[in-house]
């Protein structure tokens, strides 16, 4: 347990662990895990829900302005509802992508993850999380690891979830254009803050650098 509130902001490219990690230590110091991409897919449903098009960029601006997003006990509530297991569900796999890329959602979503950082114990993690979304959080770590480990950890996971037809090369050449899109997007590029701490796990568990970066936190 801590005895304030802090910010843990976590940033790093495709299959470093950032969101294995960053759960993980929200568990182990007891605050909340915000799952950013969790946002985006909870005001999906909510568009779909009111029959909103979700091409339709000024109707789903519209629709966040009417809508809170909050994690309690690491679940997402929308408009004060659990929907841990909706928001998951085939049709946002669907259009979530629709509604992240309004440029005026992400503006809107940033100002919600910056509230939620102001009023509680907090891990983030993302692309642009230490850099745009918390730039004054307590602590920021950048974690990577090389292109071949990433590619491999992502090429194992998919085999676990039945992908037929999939090639190591293949996921490895879909990580690399990855990282050069992330790197080079116009709007909060992947960027290695100046103050974050640097954490390679490629040759590291997740228990190992999950303890690494508690022992950050806590000054040891």
């Known amino acids: 347990m801590l005895d304030k509130n802090i910010t843990i902001a976590i940033d790093g490219p495709a299959g470093a662990g950032k969101s294995t990690i960053a759960k993980k230590i929200a568990e182990d110091l007891s605050v909340e895990y915000v799952d950013t991409g969790a946002m985006y897919r909870a005001l999906t449903l909510k568009v779909l829900r009111l029959g909103v098009n979700p091409l339709s960029a000024n109707d789903v601006i519209n629709v966040l302005k009417n809508t809170s997003i909050d994690f309690k006990g690491n679940h997402i509530y929308l408009d004060d509802i659990q929907v841990d297991e909706k928001i998951r569900d085939t049709i946002i796999n669907k259009?979530?992508?629709?509604?992240?890329?309004?440029?005026?959602?992400?503006?809107?979503?940033?100002?919600?993850?910056?509230?939620?950082?102001?009023?509680?114990?907090?891990?983030?993690?993302?692309?642009?999380?230490?850099?745009?979304?918390?730039?004054?959080?307590?602590?920021?770590?950048?974690?990577?690891?090389?292109?071949?480990?990433?590619?491999?950890?992502?090429?194992?996971?998919?085999?676990?979830?039945?992908?037929?037809?999939?090639?190591?090369?293949?996921?490895?050449?879909?990580?690399?254009?990855?990282?050069?899109?992330?790197?080079?997007?116009?709007?909060?590029?992947?960027?290695?803050?100046?103050?974050?701490?640097?954490?390679?796990?490629?040759?590291?568990?997740?228990?190992?650098?999950?303890?690494?970066?508690?022992s950050i936190v806590r000054g040891r």
């Open 95 to 214: 259009n979530v992508s629709f509604v992240a890329q309004i440029k005026e959602v992400r503006e809107g979503m940033v100002k919600i993850q910056q509230e939620l950082a102001r009023t509680k114990s907090i891990v983030m993690d993302g692309r642009d999380i230490g850099t745009v979304v918390l730039p004054n959080a307590d602590f920021k770590f950048f974690l990577t690891a090389s292109v071949e480990e990433r590619a491999n950890r992502r090429y194992k996971e998919l085999l676990e979830k039945g992908e037929k037809g999939i090639s190591y090369e293949q996921v490895k050449f879909d990580i690399e254009n990855r990282d050069r899109i992330d790197s080079t997007r116009e709007i909060a590029p992947l960027v290695e803050s100046k103050d974050a701490h640097r954490i390679d796990t490629t040759n590291k568990t997740i228990d190992q650098s999950v303890e690494e970066v508690i």
